[in-house]
Structure formats: C-alpha cells, structure tokens
C-alpha cells in the first residue's frame, strides 16, 4: 500500500527487544524468563492461549510478569492448542485477500513443527500484542505483513514448542534436550510419543524462552512450499462471512446521504416521504469528516433504508467548498509543471541544452477508485450508560487502532470500553486504512444518533457501489513533466523531472514524517530508481476539494510507468535493446533487478521465440516495498486497440514463504494494473461533482480481460520482503512499451488513448 515501512521507522521505539542477530538463523539461548498465563476453556480442552493484556497481567504460580518480552512475543496472545491438536494461530493482520490468514500461521507453524492439516487462523484485534512489530502500531499496510512480522512468528512458534517440550520432559523426567518433535508430536526416548494437545496444559505453566534457536531454512517443511489457503474452501463455497455479513439481534441498517460536492453546507432536510416507508426506524443528521453534515436513514435492513434515502429532499449550498473540475484541473496541472517544484533530487541540468538526444515528454494519469468487492461498512452495538458504556465494533479496517480512537472520541467513552472485531474483508488496496477514518466515523455517529433517538439496537452502516464511487477516496490525478538529454550511447545527461499531485499525507498524523522539505513521499516513491541518472526532481502539491488515499502500490503507480517508458524510449532512440540495456544502467548495485529481469526474459522466450505477425514484447521491471518485479510481456493492436495476450512475470521477493500466495498476488497486481490502461478507468470531476458511479461508468478489468500469466520465483533464503502490491506497478508500462513497438505511438496517458 504506502511507504509505511520506510517512514514509520522515524517514529519506531528504539526499544526493540530484538531477539535474533541479524546475520544468523539461530540466537543463543539464555535464561529463561517466566511468563503469566491463563488456562483457557474451550469445547474441547485447555489451550496456550490467552488475550494478550490478560496475559500479561496476571500471575502464575505466584511470580509476576517480569516484562523482558513484550506483548507482540508472547506465545500465550498467538497460540491456541486444543486437546485435539487443533492450533489455532491468531494473525496480527487483516486478510482482505493478500493471503496472510495462511502465510503467517506457516511461519509458526514450520517453527512449532505443527501438523499442518490441524492448524487454523483468527484474526486479532487492536490489542497492542497484534501491533506490527517494526512499526509499533496495529497496520495492515505497505505489503508489510510477512515481511515485517517473518521473525516475529518464527519465534513465536519456537517459543511454543520449547514450552512443549518442556512439558513432556517433566512428564517422562527426562531433559528436554533428549526430546525432539515432529508433526504436532514430542518425541521421546524409546519412541514415546505425546500430541501437542495432550501437552497443552501443562505447557502453558512452562517459563517463555527470552531466546530460542531457530531453524536453518534448509530444514523448513511448510516454509517454502506452495500451500492451499486455510480459507479457500469456506470462500470457495461461499460459507466465508464478511464484514457485511454481521448477524446480530435486532440489527439495524443505515444508508448515509453524501452531498454532491465534498463539504457541502446541508441547509434544508425534508424526510417526510423517507419516514413513510415501511421499515424505516429514524432519520438522523450526523457531521462528516469532510466537513458539514450528511444524512442517514435507519431501517430494518438495507432495501427500505435506500429506499427512504432516495426519498429525502435534502438541499446542499456548495458555495463555501471547492469544486473541482477535471479540465480547468488539467490547466492548473500544466502551468505549474512549468515551473520547478520543491526539490527531492537535485542535479546540474545545463548538459540538457546540448545533448544529441532529447526527449519532451508530459504524462497524465487520473483519479482512481479504490472499489473494492465488498462495500464498506461498519456495525456499531452501544451498551450500557455513563462512564459504563460500552461499544463493540465489526469493521474489516486495516488499522483498528484508529478506529478504536474514533469510536471512543465520538462516543464519549474510555478505549478500554471499546472493542474492534475483525472479520474477513472483500478487498481494500488502501481504503480500508483511512486516517480520517470516515466510514468508521460515520457509522459510530449513527449510532448514537439512534440511541439518542430512543433505538437501543446495534445499527450497521453499508454503503452502495455508487456511493464508494461518488464520495469516497481517490488515488489523487498526477501530471508529469519530463525533459531529458542524452548521447548517443543512451546515457543520460541531464534528467529535469517535474510531479504535480495532491498530497496523500498532508494534513494526516503522518504529515510529520511523509513530507519532507515539501515532498510527499509517496508521491515521487520509485523515480530514479534503480538507474543512477543525474535528475532533478521536483514536485508541486497543490490542495484540492477532492479526498485522496493511498491506492494499492500508491506512488509506484505512476512513477513505475514513467520511468520504465521513458527507459524504454530512451534504449529504442539510440537503437539498443530495451533489455540490454536495462542491464547495463542497473550496473553492479542491483543483482536482484539483474536476476528478476534475466528470470523473466529466459522464461518468456524473449529475443528468441518468433512473435506472430503484428505482436511484440514489452519490458519493464520495477521495486516496490522491497521486492522486484519484471515483467515480459507479448501484446499486439485489435480493431484499432492494445490487446494484452500474454504475461511471464519473474518475482524476487527473497523467500516465497507460501509460492502460491505470491503467484496469486502478481496475478491480482497484473490484472488490476492492466486494468489502468482500459478505455473508462478515470474518475473525472465536473463543476466539483464525481461523473462516475459505478462499474458501468468506471472501468475495471474484467476474467475476459486476464492474460495468460506465468509467474516464477527467483530463488532466495533471504527473509522475505513485501508481495501485496509490486506485482502492480510495471505491468502497465510493459504493455506500453509493447504496444509502442507496434503502433509506433508512445503513450503518455492512463488509461491509453490512441488517438
């Protein structure tokens, strides 16, 4: 999603309690240190398991917590194991369909040793033991799950199993270092063998290594191999519950009236009509975070509460806000693209005027939706009064510790009173972790509106297709300017860049750290990377009535299609392969793009498979959060239009801990990034007003829009890097490149236009 893994480590503790040297797999151990753990009953035994705070609040065996480990490496908030072997790991991370409900429970369980066909997955919540361990706070964001929390779960699950065998040695009276374990099994002298579910118990009395030795990746079992997702057959058969799917007593639904035009001064609400129609309960007015106020309608479930929506008379004055207009924008953009920008990078630019080669060049890229399948919502439950008040919240969010602030501030009452349960969300890339928390705010302000209207009942917010399209966040409109000098053997002289775009951390808790010198970070992420070029780069970040967001892959969105094109024309002007010299500007510092992109061009057939007639290849490869990306594509012009038909992409994500999640993950990223470059995937604004709706409107690629994908691995037993979002940015370039080779056009514009 964002450069939270990069910016964030300005405000990470410099307490790390780190308990693995970095250049080896194994720590020594030292003594150990005990550790407070609750028994905790479940339908079939006792189980290491317990909620985190608890955990570390309570006493056992008379001696208090000492506090050498924190809350993110206690087993007792991860691990669960029932008498029937059942382990039920809990991940510190939202699963919107990255993978990680089964990629982080296969890092535990190769170190536990787990039998995996009895290994499930919950989600956390917003307790501080589900804080990602680098950034101390409680994220699902910047592809950082695995990477951030790969040793974290290691560990976690050599700590389990170290209390394990601990157990069966004191059973059998034997040292722990004659017992060894395998498959959900403590194996002891004579073959004696004990499951770990016959060990739970007593297990869970044991101290918790401060240190435990990890394996050596030549001996992973689980690590490393392509595995079926543990939700597959519930998604797959439709038995998987989602946000949305909520089912409470006496629930409630709400729809909210948004103004036209962000902002919009609500003066006159008629709800006569909206309160006539059956099943409708109450009309409240609530502010918005945008400011001014919006109106929801509650009733006893969807249909009568859009019903009484499209019913309401409602008048807006806009005359206090912005209106943002997509071609007076367009005009702005280009006049401040002629002037130089606050400054990121900074290089002489006088070799640009006599260069042999140069290259003019604008680029424009548009609004984006982040329309993820599933709508949002959020279902709000107040209980009791005063200082007892409580509120429980269902809300598939990427970071539920801004909501439990949220929910607190707006409903008067302590966060210890508030609790966020996670379930399985339809899909996010960035929307779901909005610092402004809007959707959340929303549905926390109807439900106290509807108390207060004397409606004790739990109340869920959903909003429509139209209105995520309409009124939600955007990946902000970007224009570049480029003018390059270059000789004859295609090296670059002068490089004088220019980025206009609305900032995504300003006015954000993340201001402080994302913005420097006048640069948002994200918006200029992936330029100049990994050719050493002389550029100055500089950005102008004008601010606008139009909400915008990270959207998945966030800057490399754009940066990754202008530098992988303008490479590309730069190689073609002087009569080199794009390929060749690709590997000469990524010299000697970048072995991982070298061994990405070779990866890709020996699979694909590159320079030595025959194309058919009127098809060519594209290049591109690009790093984003970490891990590289090469793309190898064949594409050709049908009916006056670019046709995608074939995809090899080539991965180096260090180690693949699930082979099959990150095939996945290209395969997601490929489509979504083709879907980009499709005729109607702008969002446009007219005299303020969003033109588009929904997805006959706006576009989004579709199954009969997939290429055929072939994704491989560059091998690696490094610790892993991100994988939600790289597999995005450098298809669209690749496809450009390809479609340049045979129309002869370079495009400069997403979605393509031809004409």
């Given amino acids: 999603m964002y450069t939270l893994n990069d910016s964030l480590r300005a405000v990470q503790s410099n307490d790390d309690n780190a308990d693995v040297d970095a250049d080896a797999n194994t720590s020594k151990a030292l003594p150990l240190a005990r550790r407070s753990f609750l028994k905790m009953t479940t339908a079939s035994g006792f189980a290491l398991g317990v909620f985190p705070i608890a955990a570390l609040a309570q006493q056992a065996n008379g001696a208090a917590a000492t506090g050498e480990l924190n809350a993110t490496q206690q087993p007792a908030a991860f691990v669960k194991i029932d008498r029937d072997g059942i382990v039920t790991i809990t991940i510190n991370r939202l699963d919107f369909g990255q993978g990680v409900q089964t990629g982080l429970p296969m890092i535990l369980a190769e170190e536990l040793d787990a039998d995996w066909s009895?290994?499930?997955?919950?989600?956390?919540?917003?307790?501080?033991?589900?804080?990602?361990?680098?950034?101390?706070?409680?994220?699902?964001?910047?592809?950082?799950?695995?990477?951030?929390?790969?040793?974290?779960?290691?560990?976690?699950?050599?700590?389990?199993?170290?209390?394990?065998?601990?157990?069966?040695?004191?059973?059998?009276?034997?040292?722990?270092?004659?017992?060894?374990?395998?498959?959900?099994?403590?194996?002891?002298?004579?073959?004696?063998?004990?499951?770990?579910?016959?060990?739970?118990?007593?297990?869970?009395?044991?101290?918790?290594?401060?240190?435990?030795?990890?394996?050596?990746?030549?001996?992973?079992?689980?690590?490393?191999?392509?595995?079926?997702?543990?939700?597959?057959?519930?998604?797959?058969?439709?038995?998987?519950?989602?946000?949305?799917?909520?089912?409470?007593?006496?629930?409630?639904?709400?729809?909210?009236?948004?103004?036209?035009?962000?902002?919009?001064?609500?003066?006159?609400?008629?709800?006569?009509?909206?309160?006539?129609?059956?099943?409708?309960?109450?009309?409240?007015?609530?502010?918005?975070?945008?400011?001014?106020?919006?109106?929801?309608?509650?009733?006893?479930?969807?249909?009568?509460?859009?019903?009484?929506?499209?019913?309401?008379?409602?008048?807006?004055?806009?005359?206090?806000?912005?209106?943002?207009?997509?071609?007076?924008?367009?005009?702005?953009?280009?006049?401040?693209?002629q002037k130089t920008g606050a400054i990121k990078y900074d290089a002489d630019m006088s070799p640009l005027s006599g260069a042999a080669h140069k290259i003019s060049a604008e680029y424009l890229f548009p609004y984006l939706a982040h329309t993820a399948m599933e709508p949002l919502n959020c279902t709000v439950h107040i209980t009791g009064q005063g200082a007892a008040a409580k509120a429980d919240l269902w809300v598939g969010t990427q970071a539920p510790g801004w909501e439990v602030a949220t929910a607190a501030r707006i409903l008067g009452i302590d966060v210890k009173n508030v609790s966020v349960h996670i379930p399985m969300a339809g899909g996010g890339f960035g929307r779901r972790a909005t610092p402004a928390c809007d959707y959340v705010s929303e549905a926390c302000q109807i439900a106290k509106a509807t108390r207060a209207a004397g409606i004790d009942a739990p109340v869920r917010m959903l909003w429509s297709r139209e209105d995520d399209v309409k009124g939600g966040f955007y990946r902000p409109m970007h224009l570049h300017r480029a003018e390059i000098g270059f000789d004859a053997q295609g090296k670059v002289l002068a490089w004088d860049h220019v980025i206009v775009g609305q900032s995504i951390a300003k006015g954000t808790a993340f201001e402080g750290f994302m913005i420097a010198n006048g640069v948002d970070t994200t918006t200029v992420e992936g330029m100049r990377e990994p050719y050493e070029v002389p550029m100055r780069l500089s950005a102008h970040q004008p601010v606008l009535n139009a909400p915008v967001l990270w959207w998945r892959s966030v800057g490399s969105t754009h940066t990754a299609y202008v530098m992988e094109t303008l490479i590309d024309e730069i190689a073609t002007t002087v009569g080199q392969?794009?390929?060749?010299?690709?590997?000469?500007?990524?010299?000697?510092?970048?072995?991982?793009?070298?061994?990405?992109?070779?990866?890709?061009?020996?699979?694909?057939?590159?320079?030595?498979?025959?194309?058919?007639?009127?098809?060519?290849?594209?290049?591109?490869?690009?790093?984003?959060?970490?891990?590289?990306?090469?793309?190898?594509?064949?594409?050709?012009?049908?009916?006056?239009?670019?046709?995608?038909?074939?995809?090899?992409?080539?991965?180096?994500?260090?180690?693949?801990?699930?082979?099959?999640?990150?095939?996945?993950?290209?395969?997601?990223?490929?489509?979504?990034?083709?879907?980009?470059?499709?005729?109607?995937?702008?969002?446009?604004?007219?005299?303020?007003?969003?033109?588009?709706?929904?997805?006959?409107?706006?576009?989004?690629?579709?199954?009969?829009?997939?290429?055929?994908?072939?994704?491989?691995?560059?091998?690696?037993?490094?610790?892993?890097?991100?994988?939600?979002?790289?597999?995005?940015?450098?298809?669209?370039?690749?496809?450009?490149?390809?479609?340049?080779?045979?129309?002869?056009?370079?495009?400069?514009?997403?979605?393509?236009?031809?004409?």
């Fill in 577 to 755: 392969d794009p390929v060749a010299y690709r590997m000469e500007q990524f010299g000697d510092k970048n072995p991982r793009h070298k061994a990405a992109l070779q990866l890709a061009v020996d699979k694909s057939g590159y320079g030595k498979r025959q194309l058919a007639p009127g098809r060519a290849f594209g290049v591109a490869v690009h790093k984003s959060f970490d891990t590289v990306v090469a793309y190898v594509v064949e594409a050709s012009m049908e009916n006056g239009a670019p046709k995608l038909h074939s995809v090899t992409a080539a991965v180096h994500c260090n180690l693949a801990v699930n082979p099959r999640s990150v095939e996945a993950q290209v395969q997601g990223g490929a489509l979504m990034g083709l879907g980009t470059c499709l005729p109607g995937a702008a969002i446009t604004f007219k005299d303020g007003v969003v033109e588009q709706s929904n997805f006959h409107d706006y576009t989004v690629a579709r199954l009969t829009d997939m290429p055929e994908i072939a994704v491989h691995i560059v091998p690696s037993a490094d610790a892993p890097t991100g994988m939600g979002e790289p597999g995005l940015p450098p298809l669209a370039p690749a496809f450009a490149n390809a479609i340049a080779k045979v129309s002869g056009k370079r495009l400069r514009e997403l979605p393509f236009k031809m004409a």
């Fill in 118 to 337: 009895k290994v499930r997955s919950v989600h956390g919540n917003a307790d501080p033991a589900y804080a990602d361990p680098v950034m101390k706070f409680n994220l699902t964001g910047g592809s950082s799950a695995i990477k951030n929390s790969y040793i974290q779960y290691r560990e976690l699950g050599a700590r389990t199993r170290s209390m394990l065998l601990a157990a069966a040695a004191k059973r059998w009276g034997v040292s722990a270092d004659s017992l060894r374990t395998q498959n959900g099994q403590v194996i002891g002298p004579k073959g004696k063998k004990l499951g770990y579910g016959e060990l739970a118990d007593a297990a869970m009395k044991m101290p918790v290594p401060l240190k435990v030795t990890l394996k050596d990746p030549k001996d992973f079992r689980i690590i490393g191999h392509a595995t079926g997702r543990i939700d597959a057959r519930a998604k797959s058969s439709g038995a998987q519950s989602y946000g949305i799917d909520t089912p409470l007593p006496g629930l409630l639904t709400a729809v909210v009236a948004h103004p036209p035009v962000f902002g919009s001064k609500l003066t006159a609400v008629d709800d006569s009509a909206a309160k006539a129609i059956r099943g409708v309960r109450a009309v409240v007015r609530i502010p918005s975070v945008l400011g001014g106020e919006v109106v929801a309608v509650v009733a006893d479930g969807y249909w009568p509460a859009k019903q009484g929506r499209d019913a309401l008379k409602l008048e807006w004055d806009a005359s206090g806000v912005g209106k943002v207009d997509s071609a007076a924008q367009l005009v702005q953009y280009r006049e401040l693209a």
